[in-house]
């Protein structure tokens, strides 16, 4: 495979080994692909039905994954943003009371005028406009919000009225397997076991289960799954356009998406040496934008998980 003509279409490096190429993508699909249960659990507290809305969170990944693997051709997970979604649901739909059908709308306009940007010039002046040493703290600031993530979906540390946060319960099996997960990670990460992250995530899982951490999912009927995603796709309604809060809807959803994407790709393309590919990979997530309202989801960024893959090669 090295230096063959296989290696030279999928991009490979004559260094890179298609075993660790594959280790790293599984490592990317496991860290990221809690998000299509959250997404879809949040645009369902909009309205959105919420097996509809798993599927259209799975159609927008794989469509953007697709683009940003032949077209932005950069090692990032494409997902439906977390704290967009928030954003979504409970400011668009709940404040500023747009139905969901034209919260759907407000995507996919901010797609076109993503791409408006992220096609012309006006993505340099932008970019160019971030101070260097904001971006490095980008990928700094992605660890930490990682870090906070895993701290607090694991219950190692939980919510408090007074100090925000405290300690979880260490009783609780759920903190137990995370620990056992961490301490085994941080073990295989030292001795640089290849696929070290792979093996310890597929570790935890299992222990989860023994110690009764997670139940297995109830079965889901697919005919079910479809008839509400087609009750959502190209659900999208014009009937707000002419409002105010319409458009001022779409301007903050522009600033967040604008912004968090510019970032987080100069911050991942740094990661990997590779910032030639940056136009690329923002033209990417514009016209996954695009598709995102249509297919009935909350706008799509280049997740954050993306780094544990590039991490592992």
């Not at 879809?40 to 507290?45: F, Y």
């Not at 909350?298 to 592992?312: C, F, K």
Request: net charge positive; hydrophobic share 55%; proline share 3%.
């Amino acid at each position: 495979m090295k230096g063959g003509l296989w290696s030279r279409c999928l991009g490979f490096k004559p260094e890179h080994h298609w075993k660790k190429e594959l280790a790293a993508g599984a490592i990317s699909y496991f860290s990221v692909v809690y998000i299509v249960m959250v997404n879809a659990t949040i645009l369902a507290d909009a309205g959105i039905p919420l097996q509809g809305a798993m599927l259209g969170t799975l159609l927008t990944s794989m469509i953007g994954c697709l683009l940003m693997a032949f077209g932005g051709k950069s090692p990032m997970v494409v997902v439906p943003g977390m704290g967009i979604n928030a954003f979504f649901t409970y400011t668009l739909v709940h404040s500023m009371k747009l139905s969901w059908q034209e919260a759907l709308m407000v995507v996919t306009i901010t797609g076109i005028l993503f791409a408006i940007v992220a096609f012309t010039s006006l993505y340099k002046l932008i970019s160019q406009a971030i101070p260097h040493n904001l971006q490095h703290g980008i990928t700094v600031g992605i660890g930490l919000f990682l870090t906070f993530i895993g701290l607090q979906k694991s219950g190692i540390v939980i919510a408090h009225q007074t100090t925000f946060v405290a300690i979880g319960h260490f009783n609780d099996p759920k903190v137990i397997t995370a620990c056992a997960t961490l301490l085994l990670a941080i073990v295989l990460f030292v001795r640089n076991v290849q696929g070290g992250l792979l093996i310890s995530i597929l570790a935890g899982t299992g222990l989860a289960y023994v110690l009764g951490a997670v139940e297995p999912a109830s079965t889901v009927r697919t005919s079910e799954t479809v008839r509400q995603y087609g009750q959502l796709f190209g659900e999208l309604s014009f009937s707000g356009i002419v409002s105010v809060a319409f458009w001022i809807a779409v301007f903050l959803l522009l600033l967040i998406v604008l912004f968090e994407n510019i970032g987080m790709i100069a911050a991942q393309t740094n990661m990997i040496g590779r910032p030639d590919t940056f136009k690329n990979s923002l033209r990417v997530l514009a016209v996954t934008n695009i598709f995102a309202g249509i297919l009935g989801s909350s706008p799509a960024v280049a997740a954050a998980e993306s780094t544990a893959g590039i991490a592992a090669g």
